[in-house]
């Protein structure tokens, strides 16, 4: 494409205003990033599932269509989650080598998922009603390029406990990208997609996955073989020892002093990239942990003591 930076502004899902990157050629305005990594680029799945799809071309730099919201938000959290883990963590996109991002929305038709393909990002227009479209909220655009992350990193195999971390890490930065750009952050998943007609709910709660049906301790894990062996259930368990690491609380008689989300993001990321592994279970993530916090703070410090309260307290040896 040859063509020069400029920047475009929209419309999102939720009928807010926003700005982000674009590329003007002789065809018009491409939703291609230019400014980071190899680029952010966003497609059109034009409501099939063949994938990328077309790379999203607009007449006048001006994205306020209805049709347009999806991806106006899909290509802005892209970039926000970028700048996330390259101004926090020191990471250049997931591959840490700048690897293009790509992410194809109206794909499929009321499809009510996201996922992150192995290559790529997908978000689905929702049925209206269970859910609205995916790439509308910022935690669930964190969430799918998290699972990019972990996989050019730990590699958690995506089944059983591995899979409920991988799934908990994705919830956890999705959270934590949240809080980053304040946008009405909260220890929930999907609010802002989640049910349009019912306020305050969400897809799952961090701060009290029982909301969700999903454990909240160790003892009361899922053991079946739905969900990929309960990778989106048992991910509850990371959640809520995340969420009390972050902010301190007492759980089932055990108390955790929080050390606050900037520490948790760190110990996280250093727990996800140096020590988990494709085969940890929970046992190992609580010891990566400790062996996180113990480089980033000391054996001796007040953040190894929150990690092991924060384990304990879910159930986590
Ligand atoms: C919070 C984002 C999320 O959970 O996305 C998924 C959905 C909505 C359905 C199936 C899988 C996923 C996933 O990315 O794990
Ligand atoms: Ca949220
Ligand atoms: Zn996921």
Redesign the pocket.
């Known amino acids: 494409l040859s063509g020069t930076v400029v920047t475009g502004s929209g419309t999102g899902v939720l009928g807010d205003s926003k700005t982000f990157k674009t590329f003007s050629t002789a065809d018009g305005y491409y939703l291609y990033d230019a400014t980071r990594g190899k680029g952010v680029y966003t497609y059109d799945g034009r409501n099939q599932t063949r994938i990328p799809g077309t790379l999203w071309l607009d007449a006048d730099n001006r994205f306020g269509a209805s049709y347009d919201r999806a991806a106006v938000d899909a290509h802005t959290y892209a970039a926000w989650t970028y700048d996330y883990f390259r101004n926090v963590h020191n990471r250049n996109s997931y591959d840490n080598a700048g690897a293009e991002l790509v992410s194809t929305v109206h794909y499929g038709r009321s499809y ?5 393909t192995g290559s790529q990002m997908i978000y689905g227009d929702g049925d209206g009603y269970n859910f609205r479209a ?1 790439s509308g909220s910022l ?2 655009v964190a ?2 390029l998290t ?1 990019a992350v972990t996989d050019f990193s730990a590699d958690l195999i995506y089944q059983n406990e591995s899979g409920a971390i991988n ?1 908990s890490m ?2 956890i930065f ?1 959270t934590l990208t949240e809080y980053h750009f304040n946008n009405n952050p909260d220890w929930l ?2 609010e802002d997609i989640y049910t349009p007609g019912t306020p305050g709910d969400a ?2 709660s961090m701060a009290d996955p029982t909301l969700a049906g999903d454990p909240d301790h160790y003892s009361k894990r899922y053991i079946g073989t739905q969900d990929n062996g309960g990778v ?1 259930i048992n991910s509850g368990i990371g959640n809520k020892m995340a969420y009390l690491l972050a902010n301190g609380g007492t759980h089932y008689g055990v108390k955790v002093n929080g050390i606050g989300n900037t520490k948790v993001g760190k110990i996280m990321y250093r727990t996800l990239t140096q020590y988990l592994t494709p085969t940890s279970n929970y046992s190992h993530f609580r010891a990566s942990a400790i062996r996180a916090a113990t480089d980033l703070y000391g054996a001796s410090s007040a953040e190894v003591a929150a990690v092991k309260q924060a384990f304990s307290a879910v159930g986590v040896y």
């Open positions: 009510n998922n996201a996922g992150w995916f935690d669930v969430h799918e699972h799934e994705s919830d999705g998943m999907g897809l799952r989106h």
